[in-house]
């Protein structure tokens, strides 16, 4: 029976936590990821030393300058997939046990959707060179569960009509969107925002497919709107917008809400929704009406581990104090990062 880490005291969901982190690392990340196993021996961390995320903190931080240095490697990127030996796999008991009741070949495609990269997304550009992050098939059965979480979060019925207004291209954000819609099996058309169809493009598509659900960039959704109030144009129907790829800010929510109702839309409620590429996933706010603040993001207990630390020191800072985000993954495959600081203030 899967745990619901919602109805369960802190205490468990630490424990539970822990759990994860400590066969995360020890059965998956540090025998297959070559960056990781050489880090941990460089810093004299034993490969079964890290058991809680207390001691996690004895691992070094990872950032973009890391992951930037290493594109000038030839083989720098590479190091941080996780790339299985398969006759040290072989001779795992598990895989062999499994081998015995369910046959090699079988046994052999599994591992293969696990761990063998399919896709790609990666990082802006915009101050240094794109960092591509690679996904297996285990990696997007992780999106589509973040996806899913962000339609339960927004509230959103199997008759609503999703338009994704997100550009096209490798970026977390169009690929969650459309993972999200596949998941809970509900209607989703693509622009690829502005610079595929245009804002009038984006604007007719409105009124042919009439969305429940709005999805983009918040600057985008705004420049839409007010192209709409000019020419005069009625976006009738929407009941909720989903903003992603920039931050998202009181007053902005609130504009698009005021806006949305003159277009035809009374009562929408916002959700804001907080990713970026090394994560490999997306965290939203549960809907809520604009004129009120927000009450934080659902991270994901069992997809990931956030840390608040202190940008100065990297030491965790108190419950309720303010500091900077550090992600550790649960559950990924393909390209791994470990206590990666985001630079991004909480």
């Known amino acids: 029976m899967k745990p619901n880490w919602d109805k369960e005291p802190m205490e468990r969901q630490m424990a539970r936590q822990d759990d994860a982190l400590r066969k995360y690392l020890n059965e998956v990340v540090l025998p297959h990821s070559v960056y990781y196993r050489n880090l941990f021996q460089a810093y004299g961390i034993g490969l079964d030393e890290v058991r809680s995320m207390a001691d996690l903190q004895a691992v070094p931080f990872t950032s973009k300058d890391t992951l930037v240095a290493a594109l000038a490697e030839p083989e720098g990127i590479r190091s941080f997939v996780l790339e299985p030996d398969p006759k040290a796999l072989a001779r795992k008991p598990s895989i062999i046990l499994k081998s015995l009741f369910l046959g090699r070949k079988r046994i052999r495609k599994s591992l293969e959707r696990e761990y063998r990269p399919v896709f790609m997304t990666s990082t802006t550009g915009r101050s240094a060179d794109p960092v591509p992050f690679l996904y297996t098939h285990h990696d997007l059965g992780n999106l589509r569960k973040a996806g899913g979480r962000v339609i339960e979060l927004g509230d959103a019925r199997r008759d609503d009509r999703i338009l994704n207004a997100f550009p096209y291209a490798p970026h977390l954000a169009y690929w969650l969107t459309h993972y999200a819609a596949l998941e809970k099996n509900i209607f989703c058309v693509s622009t690829g925002g502005g610079k595929v169809m245009g804002t009038a493009g984006n604007l007719r598509l409105i009124k042919k497919t009439r969305p429940s659900i709005l999805v983009g960039m918040p600057t985008f ?126």
């Not at 804001?272 to 991270?299: I, M, N, Q, R």
């Open 221 to 346: 959704i705004y420049h839409l709107f007010r192209q709409a109030e000019e020419e005069g144009q009625m976006i009738r129907g929407l009941r909720r917008i989903v903003l992603g790829g920039e931050k998202v800010a009181f007053g902005t929510r609130r504009k698009l809400a005021a806006l949305a109702e003159k277009l035809g839309s009374p009562g929408i409620r916002v959700v804001a929704t907080y990713g970026f590429t090394e994560a490999k996933l997306a965290w939203p706010e549960c809907a809520h009406d604009p004129s009120e603040e927000s009450t934080g993001y659902h991270v994901s207990p069992d997809l990931g581990i956030v840390e608040i630390v202190n940008p100065e020191t990297g030491w965790p800072v108190p419950d309720g104090h303010p500091g900077e985000i550090v992600f550790t993954p649960l559950e990924a495959r393909g390209s791994v990062v470990l206590r990666y600081r985001t630079g991004d203030l909480t």
